[in-house]
């Protein structure tokens, strides 16, 4: 940092030198200068309004299953500690953005409530999936989302119900300095052993299908309209190409694997030779779905 953070910013609570290898599940990256750490929406509120009066960049970082930081980053990262309660009205669950993704829907699994099965093996944070609408099976965030809280880029609290063009594939207009504070589902009452037995079998095909029990951050492509990314980069013939301990899965082709010491380079050009090729071989420009960050 070449100036002084203002003292408004430095009243919510944060840490220094945070190495995102520590922050993200595919384990790269270099060191997060300023990570901030905010326990109530009042401090984010805070961290927010002081990045725009000094005109400073910030990011928003979730739970770091879907990005990788090249390098260091000096600009301030905003990472919400809120409360990891879950607040309950009839069949609607509304939770704080920070609270684990997958610990939410085995949550709404316990109490009886269907709709949130296919987010049973996505990992990350809440804020991260409304983010990036999540989805899986078929289902994604919108179809069950009827409220949501959020900080616009100017640091004004905002609560809604989704609208039209808010929300698509695997996007959603959130970015850009937009952080969302909680969401709302509205959920359908079950019966549990169902819910779990859905929940168990989406596992199971995720398990057979995924490279789970190696450092991954999901998906790496969308898949393109009426396309799959996995089978394209798949037909390329492009599983299992490596540099250093990043490789391209075995199992599933959309997927990128950390062996160990894998580096943020390294998975960036890799992402890099596995897009050249799926052109050169199938004419499609894939479109990255993890972030990358650099400063
Ligand atoms: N396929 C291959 N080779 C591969 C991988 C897949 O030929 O290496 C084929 C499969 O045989 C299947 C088709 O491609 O016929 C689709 O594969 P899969 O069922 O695994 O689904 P996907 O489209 O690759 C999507 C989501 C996943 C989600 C699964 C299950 C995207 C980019 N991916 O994968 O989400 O878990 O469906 O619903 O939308 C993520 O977003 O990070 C993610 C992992």
Known sequence: ??????????????????????????????????????????????????????????????????????????????????????????????????????????????????????????????????????????????????????????GDLVEKAPEPGEFRYRWSFLTGGHVVLSATAELVEGDSATIRAQVADYREKRGTSQPLSKRNAGCIFKNPPGQSAGRLIDQAGLKGLRLGDAEVSLEHANFLVNHGKATATEFAELMGQVRTKVWEVHGVELEPEVEIWRE
């Open 1 to 154: 940092m070449t100036r002084p953070l203002p003292d408004a910013l430095l009243m919510v609570p944060h840490r220094r030198d945070v190495p995102f290898s520590k922050l993200t599940t595919l384990g790269v990256g270099g060191l997060c200068r300023w990570l901030f750490e905010p326990t109530t929406e009042l401090e984010a509120q805070t961290f927010v309004r002081a990045c725009v009066q000094e005109g400073l960049a910030w990011r928003v970082l979730g739970g770091g299953s879907n990005l990788v930081v090249l390098g260091d980053l000096t600009m301030p990262v905003l990472r919400l500690a809120l409360p990891k309660t879950i607040h309950r009205e009839g069949h609607r669950l509304t939770t704080h953005a920070s609270h684990g993704h997958i610990a939410l829907a085995e949550a709404a699994a316990g109490a009886g409530l269907s709709g949130l099965e296919f987010a049973s093996g996505i990992p990350g944070s809440l804020g991260g999936a409304i983010r990036m609408n999540a989805g899986a099976y078929g289902r994604e965030w919108v179809d069950v989302l009827t409220r949501y809280r959020f900080l616009t880029p100017e």
